[in-house]
């Protein structure tokens, strides 16, 4: 999961970031972004399993997922336990003729069901909680996963990134002018380019 503020568009130019687009490309896990406002999208909306408008609806929509599975756990048990109810009311309307027979073999059958019943009432919030479990750890683990891959987390590493024109730069080539701002953890260096050595 990706979330980040609604603020200026060059505050989130940053998030365009081809690298960091082809990294959560790779991923195995669903990658959900929401970033800005409902009018900003960066690179990350186009490669996400899912984008959300804002921060605030990819919480709901985690939200909303959960519930859904619980919801369809909770239907599934009690279709189950309709099921059970009504072959046990097919038992008691055969006739009269067969009715000791058809009692003895309605109780063994209510029997079973009420063990298959309990079993799958068992299993059924088995499953609910693990699914619960399942979408937790994936949320902590895209969260802790976001932070580790953060521009700024990165440059507290000693690394900077080297912008002209307002736009990042990758090359020596992509410099305009004489001017060029080197970002860093703590501030911003204005420095003025004198000489380009070409590394080969």
Request: aromatic fraction near 4%.
């Amino acid at each position: 999961m990706i979330i980040r503020g609604g603020g200026a568009v060059n505050d989130l130019a940053y998030l365009n970031d081809y690298e960091l687009a082809a990294l959560l490309a790779k991923r195995t896990v669903p990658i959900w972004v929401g970033i800005g406002h409902e009018k900003d999208r960066t690179i990350l909306d186009e490669v996400a399993n899912r984008s959300f408008d804002t921060p605030s609806k990819v919480i709901g929509g985690i939200r909303n997922l959960i519930a859904e599975r619980t919801q369809d756990v909770l239907d599934s048990f009690q279709t189950i336990k309709l099921l059970s109810q009504h072959q046990i009311t097919a038992y008691q309307s055969q006739n009269d003729q067969y009715m000791r027979v058809i009692k003895t073999l309605a109780h063994g059958q209510i029997n079973e069901a009420n063990k298959s019943v309990d079993l799958m009432r068992s299993t059924l919030h088995y499953l609910a909680q693990q699914q619960i479990k399942l979408a937790t750890n994936q949320v902590e683990s895209l969260m802790r996963e976001t932070l580790i891959q953060n521009p700024r987390n990165v440059m507290a590493k000693g690394y900077g990134i080297v912008r002209s024109e307002g736009k990042a730069i990758r090359s020596i080539q992509q410099i305009s002018g004489d001017n060029i701002q080197v970002e860093l953890q703590d501030g911003t260096i204005q420095a003025n380019v004198t000489k380009v050595i070409n590394n080969e």
